[in-house]
């Protein structure tokens, strides 16, 4: 069984997909539909993004995540995990994080692959000399690292 939700944010609708095993899929659309949200951990998960957009949540907790794709993606989105709240690294630091030292670019490409933006804080991760890219456009990740900047001081 699926199941799936939309969220409003400041940034656009938010696409949440989830299967029985877990979260498969957080996206920004170009606008919202109905949602079905039959699974309890969807329903946590709707509840934890609203949260977080009200600067209400740091960390999203309790969120089974089904992850689909390369051994090596998969690890970028665990250790994307560890890069704390309104704090950024660059692709080069995440390499070296993951001991893979001149794996920046393959990191960017996974970065880049994350299927599940806010809970997995792919927009934390930044080039050596500017933002770098965002799949759901700079203007975004340039708000949310602001968002968090600011709710990080209060």
Not at 31 to 56: I, M, N, T, W
Not at 92 to 120: Q, T
């Amino acid at each position: 069984m699926s199941s799936h939700a939309y969220v409003r944010t400041p940034l656009g609708p938010l696409a949440i997909t989830a299967t029985e095993q877990g979260i498969t899929g957080v996206r920004f659309v170009p606008r919202a539909g109905k949602s079905d949200v039959r699974l309890p951990h969807l329903r946590r998960c709707v509840r934890q993004v609203e949260e977080y957009f009200a600067g209400e949540r740091r960390a999203f907790e309790g969120l089974p995540l089904a992850f689909t794709g390369t051994a090596f993606s998969v690890d970028v989105w665990r250790a994307l995990r560890s890069v704390p709240y309104g704090a950024t690294l660059s692709y080069g630091d995440m390499a070296s994080l993951l001991r893979r030292r001149g794996a920046a670019r393959a990191v960017g490409g996974a970065v880049g692959r994350n299927p599940l933006s806010i809970l997995i804080p792919c927009h934390r991760v930044v080039g050596g000399d500017s933002l770098g890219g965002y799949a759901w456009g700079v203007g975004r990740k340039e708000w949310l690292l602001e968002h968090e900047r600011k709710v990080g001081v209060s």
